[in-house]
């Protein structure tokens, strides 16, 4: 919960959720605060995804007059409080309630369970976290059971996504700047996972990532996955907004993992990203319906790689972000 809590030193902090929902539909909730900006700062985003039918997306980007980080207790329990609205709650035993009700929108679940980013770390950055770096992403639960109820009004909401059980997936950035450009992935099917985050960052491209399945437990992180001048010997990485793909490759002495992930280019829906100055629209470009091809490869200190792992991830998530995202700040929302 320590990384989890608000940091009263960045500029803005953004919360997400991602709810695999009964019907195959997913939930993106966004409660995100930039706390110098006078043009749209407080922000709770509602995207409501069919399965297999973005265009038929429920949004709607809620500028609230007000949103308050308010810390409980010693343990970092604190809440998102909405005036009007309601709030998103986490515990100290990192279960969370989320009570939200608008005239387009209502939802309230309360989590039953949570899954950390790996038995060694809690959060993907490890040690990194306690650098003064000028962007930090935490992922505070892999997948979190979630009772939930959801109320859509005029909208033709499936009956098993009114009420029911959910998987979440909850993570935040919090920082002084959001990234010149980026790339999110997330994908979770029983036990088996795969979470990253990177991009371009302090001059240099850097990632964070995780794969998660019974038997293996695989992170990578600076040193190994950055680029410097574009020149790495452990990462490459090709993100294609045109093709809608994306290619990750990186290495350590002893293990390495590959990443072909594709969406279809109807499938995505755009976000308003977080900078000093406020919200800008249309600055993320998101698809639920994304595949990804996973190898896995081990070695001895001076062996050829042997693939030990082939695994594949299909409803997956697949955000280009700012730079990598040439729609950036246009009216048209693009699919």
Avoid at 188 to 206: N, P, S, V
Avoid at 208 to 227: E, T
Avoid at 314 to 332: I, M
């Amino acid at each position: 919960m320590e990384h989890h809590a608000p940091h009263d030193s960045s500029v803005f902090e953004g919360y997400y959720s991602k709810f695999d929902l009964p019907s195959g539909a997913h939930l993106a909730l966004i409660i995100c605060k930039v706390k110098p900006a006078k043009d749209r700062p407080d922000m709770v985003s509602f995207n409501y995804v069919p399965a297999g039918s973005a265009h038929k997306t429920f949004q709607k980007e809620v500028w609230v007059d007000r949103l308050d980080m308010v810390t409980f207790g010693k343990d970092n329990d604190f809440g998102l409080e909405i005036p009007g609205m309601g709030y998103a709650r986490w515990h100290a035993d990192s279960t969370t309630e989320y009570s939200l009700d608008h005239p387009d929108f209502s939802f309230h679940g309360k989590t039953t369970s949570r899954t950390p980013w790996s038995p060694d770390t809690d959060t993907p950055e490890a040690l990194l976290v306690k650098l003064p770096l000028p962007l930090h992403w935490h992922v505070q639960s892999l997948a979190s059971d979630c009772e939930f109820s959801m109320k859509i009004p005029g909208y033709d909401l499936p009956a098993s996504d009114r009420s029911g059980k959910a998987v979440v997936h909850q993570e935040k950035n919090w920082a002084q700047s959001f990234p010149a450009a980026h790339m999110w992935l997330q994908a979770r099917d029983g036990d088996r996972g795969f979470c990253a985050a990177g991009g371009q960052i302090l001059g240099l491209e850097a990632f964070l990532l995780g794969y998660r399945s019974k038997d293996l437990n695989i992170d990578f992180r600076p040193p190994f996955a950055v680029r410097i001048a574009g020149l790495s010997p452990f990462m490459s990485y090709t993100s294609n907004w045109e093709e809608r793909t994306f290619e990750l490759s990186v290495q350590s002495f002893r293990q390495k993992i590959t990443l072909k992930a594709k969406a279809p280019k109807g499938s995505f829906f755009s976000l308003s990203a977080p900078f000093p100055e406020g919200h800008r629209p249309n600055f993320l470009g998101q698809s639920f319906e994304a595949t990804y091809e996973i190898k896995i490869y081990e070695s001895g200190w001076f062996g050829p790689w042997k693939l030990v792992r082939e695994d594949a991830f299909e409803g997956a998530s697949l955000e280009f972000g700012a730079g990598y995202y040439p729609p950036r700040g246009s009216e048209e929302r693009f699919h």
